[in-house]
């Protein structure tokens, strides 16, 4: 248990459905991070929140759309996605700015789009 | 960007001892981190090094070179646990973004 949490653990979903994943961390954290991890390739970092503000968008296909409510809260909501987008999303959180503290991740959803 | 190389693969005897190598870009390097991930679970933290030299954290090593763009994890007295993935990241720029390698997938055999 690193004290954040992500539902569902795993999803499958078809091109035309929307879905929204969900993580909370318990940690006081105040940055949470959306990844992409993918076989063979390193981690994608999505989007990042610090003190629920969005401070960096990777480049990510409108079809991924995050939102965060408050410190504790990371969500991020899917619509008409690609087979492609089947990976493992992790969230993660860290007290400060990504680059100067470490970060705890949750155990990850397993998304398949059919 | 920046460019992150880790070996692939490696495997390694129960008992003994194993260093896995990250080289990265300098430019703009603020510092490094190293995660382990088990097959199927979360990152979880091991070490973060910023200035030159050797961090010691039990049975787990973790040095740094800034001006070669080097690092490495040396893991000692190697138990069949520590078959995972280790992920080396760097954190560079002025808004200390990170990014990961693709990490090194050890293999512990008996």
């Known amino acids: 248990e690193t004290g954040v949490t992500q539902t569902p653990r795993h999803l499958v979903m078809g091109m035309t459905n929307k879905k929204s994943l969900k993580c909370e961390q318990h940690?006081?954290?105040?940055?949470m991070y959306w990844y992409k991890q993918s076989a063979k390739k390193p981690l994608e970092l999505m989007f990042v929140?610090?003190?629920?503000?969005?401070?960096e968008n990777n480049s990510v296909p409108s079809r991924f759309s995050p939102e965060c409510p408050n410190s504790s809260h990371l969500f991020l909501h899917l619509h008409t996605l690609q087979p492609e987008d089947s990976a493992l999303y992790l969230c993660a959180s860290s007290q400060d700015r990504q680059g100067l503290t470490e970060q705890y991740f949750g155990p990850g959803t397993r998304l398949t789009v059919t | 960007g920046q460019n992150i190389d880790q070996p692939t693969e490696m495997t390694a005897t129960e008992g003994a001892i194993v260093q896995i190598n990250c080289t990265y870009q300098t430019s703009g390097f603020n510092g490094l981190f190293w995660y382990q991930q088990h097959a199927g679970e979360a990152p979880t933290f091991l070490s973060y090094?910023?200035?030159?030299g050797l961090e010691e954290k039990g049975r787990f090593s973790s040095f740094l070179s800034r001006s070669k763009g080097y690092s490495y994890l040396l893991l000692k007295e190697l138990q069949m646990k520590d078959s995972a993935s280790y992920l080396c990241a760097v954190s560079f720029g002025g808004y200390q973004k990170v990014t990961f390698g693709t990490g090194t997938k050890l293999q512990v055999i008996p």
């Open positions: 940690l006081g954290h105040n940055a």
């Open positions: 929140y610090n003190f629920k503000e969005q401070t």
């Open positions: 090094n910023v200035l030159d």
